[in-house]
């Protein structure tokens, strides 16, 4: 594991990735679990983010983090095996209102899992997130946390943190808040500092330590609530529409952070988030249920390697006329959802589709291939 | 501006590292600056331009402060809406609840009880302008000044009053009769033993004309000057009507010209507005107005009414304190104390909904059971046992806690008021028992039987109120802080 690592980040460094670098050696000081490391690890960081403007990477922070690396290399991990964490078992919820039905649903858990919840708005992907959470009753079916030996919702809440889509308002500063979190979960004095510290460099959130809800923006609201709720040491994380509120760069910064937090060693964890961002989450998760009007429909873990049709996205100057003219109107169809078109084949897979447009010179500023893709419901 | 000093910034943040659940109820801020505005109100109190010899003007002080009070219990109050250790189900051991309360009960205790800091300062105050002894020694000098100045004028005329022993079992008794004797009314009375054993001990001069009958006299009233409870308090006795007689009139003496200095000087003491050069240069003779109450011409003339009244002020100030007033005292602070600590614990641990949904219930019920017990015309016990039933209903409810999978607002309106009715429970019950007591011997025969019976009633129910507390402290400890756990962290329908 730590080769893995040592190399990974070597990579990275190498490569002037600087940014992800140093997320990998904090990551990596604290599955060492020593606390000289992870301070060591905060102190790269700080240099990191001191000198982020110089692409080339000032010389201090590159000695430093050879330094650390090298420490880091001499130490050995033992990677935990995965657990199951929890198993949902036809889990299904009407609102006493009768205005909404979550049909029973089934899926489970692990350790160091993502699953990512996705449907179009409305259709029960923050009813079924909330049944997970325990904070809605649950109809019929069973929610079974493997993992929490204490019987009652106190302690599974105490266990399953969940984020919601509209983040609740804190008061008083970022970082006191942090330190409650911290102190809550028995994190107490030394090590109480440390790891706020740890986690405010991890997410980026130092500079705004001291900074109150009103100073921040709801993207970093939403850095911060992830960072609460890890020094809370929750089992199995819940977010709900996470993404919502980021920047495309900070998308993808959260989602690879949450793969590596799931499968942190010291701490490993499950995932489950929501979210609209079907293929940024397609790319992290191991499992994606896709819901629409209340019923799990697709589970991409149960997707069977032969399927009936390919399909994809493109985005083209060309006309539809174009596109049939290349791709022969048998077995064919082509959807416009008047930004780009969505192609069905039964008969063509999707690279040989893009390889007779690009042969017949098709203009292509846009290609997906979502076969796979849950995104292939949303019609 | 920051204005939190560098040492509560430092146990601020070691509080919060290592103590949330006591960091969370602010114990360490408002406390300390709780007992710090306790101290500055203290100060101005102490310091404004309040005259112990004026009129109090302490009820503007109190409203003062309990304005004070209560945008200090609303600051606090918005700071306690910002960390909740159980509500956002961190590590909660059972005794968590009750340290919380504990530290609510003492903060809002260290609140509650700034509007009485002006009332207590006040009576320091006047305590240290006028000692009891002081009061009681120019009291006595100005009664005898006084005295000797009128000693001319004042009537000398004992009141004497004919008492006979009456036999009540041989049936001799006969209507008491007044006796006009020149300008004085006499009266002739017949007296129980005990009644004319009172009589002879506290008489001024006793005359025995007979086996069974006395002659009683009675001084005439030379205090000019009114005791206002300072006799209850001083170690100096203050002279009665009798005494000064025998020190003044008894044996005249003339008068000396320097007293009106003397007495002056007295006065201005006890009345800023006193005049005093007018008196020390001697009273004009328009003054000498004999067909008048000797009392009230002489109470004229020296302007005793300002006298009175600045003494009257200064030993209001001071005595304020008996038992009764203090046991009031004690009785409104600590229940204000345990009703506002109990609605900040409800409120931390129950949700925003359910809290103003129970206020609601609360006055909904109390109106609804005022009513029923006004039209039902009920005994004085009819409030204990609607007390008792609603208890028990309220447990009930409670109890489907237990069993719920639910989160339901019912159940937690019915914790929220079996909680608030526990510590009052004992007190309800010692109630229903001496109302019991009450029926069966007031309205009895055995109506004799009453003070012993009776006699530990004030002790009894100081025990409940004590009780009814260590048992909310107990039922927190154990059942209520588990009933809220588990409430609180049900899922939502």
Redesign the interface.
């Known amino acids: 594991m730590v080769h893995q690592f040592v190399s990974e980040i070597s990579s990275y460094l190498q490569h002037q990735d600087y940014s992800l670098a140093v997320r990998r050696l904090l990551d990596a000081c604290l599955d060492i679990n020593k606390p000289e490391l992870v301070q060591k690890a905060i102190e790269l960081s700080r240099i990191y983010y001191r000198q982020k403007d110089n692409e080339q990477g000032s010389p201090e922070f590159i000695n430093a983090a050879n330094d650390l690396l090298k420490e880091v290399s001499s130490e050995t991990i033992i990677t935990p095996s995965s657990e199951l964490l929890v198993d949902v078992n036809g889990v299904s919820k009407t609102y006493?209102n009768g205005n909404f039905t979550l049909s029973p649903v089934s899926f489970a858990v692990s350790t160091g899992d993502i699953l990512g919840v996705v449907g179009e708005n409305g259709n029960g992907k923050t009813t079924l997130l909330r049944?997970l959470a325990?904070?809605?009753?649950?109809d019929s079916g069973s929610v079974h946390h493997t993992q929490i030996r204490e019987p009652?919702?106190?302690a599974?809440?105490?266990q399953v943190a969940f984020i919601p889509q509209r983040i609740p308002r804190?008061?008083?500063l970022l970082k006191?808040?942090l330190?409650?979190?911290?102190?809550?979960?028995?994190v107490?004095?030394d090590e109480?500092?440390l790891m706020v510290n740890f986690m405010l460099e991890r997410l980026g959130l130092t500079r705004y330590a001291n900074f109150t809800w009103n100073q921040i923006s709801s993207g970093y609201r939403t850095r911060f609530e992830i960072a609460r709720v890890l020094l809370?040491k929750p089992s199995l994380l819940i977010l709900d529409e996470p993404l919502a509120n980021l920047d495309i760069n900070a998308q993808q910064t959260i989602l690879t952070d949450l793969r590596f937090m799931a499968k942190s060693i010291k701490h490993p964890m499950g995932v489950v988030l929501s979210s609209q961002q079907l293929h940024e989450v397609e790319k992290v998760a191991d499992n994606v249920l896709f819901i629409k009007r209340g019923s799990c429909v697709f589970q991409t873990k149960e997707k069977t390697e032969t399927v009936k049709s390919y399909v994809l996205e493109l985005e083209t100057v060309a006309g539809r006329d174009d596109l049939v003219r290349v791709l022969g109107e048998d077995n064919v169809s082509i959807q416009f959802n008047g930004g780009f078109y969505t192609i069905t084949s039964t008969a063509h897979s999707a690279q040989d589709m893009l390889n007779k447009l690009v042969s017949r010179q098709v203009n292509i500023t846009y290609f997906r291939d979502i076969t796979y893709s849950t995104k292939r419901f949303f019609n | 501006m920051e204005l939190k000093p560098s040492f509560l910034k430092h146990l601020d943040?070691y509080l919060?590292?290592?103590?949330?659940v006591s960091?969370?109820s602010r114990i360490h801020s408002a406390g300390l600056y709780g007992i710090g505005f306790a101290i500055l109100i203290f100060f101005f109190s102490f310091i404004a331009p309040n005259d112990p010899r004026n009129r109090s003007t302490i009820y503007y002080w109190i409203t003062l402060a309990i304005i004070l009070s209560l945008l200090g219990f609303v600051f606090w109050m918005i700071y306690l809406?910002?960390?909740n250790?159980f509500k956002?189900?961190?590590?909660?051991k059972a005794t968590d609840t009750v340290k919380t309360y504990a530290f609510y009960f003492i903060i809002t205790l260290i609140i509650v009880s700034w509007a009485f800091i002006p009332p207590i300062t006040e009576s320091i105050r006047a305590n240290m302008a006028y000692s009891s002894n002081e009061l009681a020694k120019d009291i006595n000098d100005m009664n005898i000044k006084i005295c000797q100045l009128e000693s001319e004028s004042v009537n000398t005329r004992f009141r004497r009053d004919t008492f006979q022993l009456a036999n009540y079992i041989t049936g001799m008794q006969r209507k008491n009769s007044m006796i006009d004797v020149s300008e004085e009314i006499y009266g002739y009375y017949f007296a129980d033993s005990a009644n004319l054993n009172s009589k002879l001990k506290y008489a001024d001069s006793v005359n025995k004309i007979g086996d069974d009958m006395y002659v009683i006299y009675e001084c005439p009233d030379y205090m000019f000057i009114e005791e206002y409870e300072v006799n209850t308090f001083s170690d100096v006795k203050l002279l009665s009507s009798m005494d000064i007689y025998r020190r003044v009139l008894k044996n005249k003496q003339p008068v000396d010209p320097g007293l009106y200095k003397d007495l002056g000087v007295l006065f201005t003491k006890y009345s800023k507005l006193h005049s005093a050069l007018t008196l020390s240069a001697g009273i004009p003779d328009y003054y000498n107005r004999a067909n008048e109450n000797y009392k009230v011409r002489i109470s004229d003339k020296y302007d005793l009414d300002l006298i009175n009244s600045s003494i009257n002020h200064i030993t209001d100030k001071k005595y304020r304190w008996d038992s009764l007033t203090t046991e009031i005292s004690i009785h409104v602070a600590y229940y204000f104390t345990l009703m506002l600590s109990l609605l900040v614990l409800i409120y931390r641990h129950t949700t925003r909904k359910t809290f103003f949904l129970s206020l609601l219930a609360g006055v909904v019920l109390t109106i609804f059971t005022s009513i029923f017990i006004a039209l039902s015309r009920h005994t004085g016990s009819a409030f204990p046992m609607w007390f008792i039933a609603y208890f028990v209903i309220f447990l009930v409810i409670s109890a489907f806690i237990f069993n719920s999978?639910?989160r339901s607002v019912i159940t937690g309106i019915g914790l929220n008021f079996l909680v608030t009715m526990t510590p009052f429970l004992p007190l309800v019950i010692t109630t229903m028992y001496y109302d019991s007591l009450r029926e069966r011997y007031l309205y009895s025969s055995r109506w004799t039987e009453y003070d012993h019976v009776f006699k530990n009633e004030t002790l009894h129910y100081r025990l409940s109120e004590v009780g009814g507390f260590l048992l909310l402290i107990i039922l927190l400890a154990t059942v209520y802080q588990m009933l809220y756990?588990?409430w609180?962290?049900?899922?939502?329908?």
């Open positions: 006493s049944c325990g904070q809605l009753a649950i009652g919702y106190y599974i809440k105490h804190w008061y008083g006191d808040n330190h409650f979190s911290a102190a809550i979960a028995g107490h004095d109480n500092e809370q | 943040k919060l590292k290592n103590f949330p960091w969370s809406l910002r960390f250790v956002r189900y961190g590590l909660w999978t639910k756990k588990k609180y962290s049900l899922p939502e329908d």
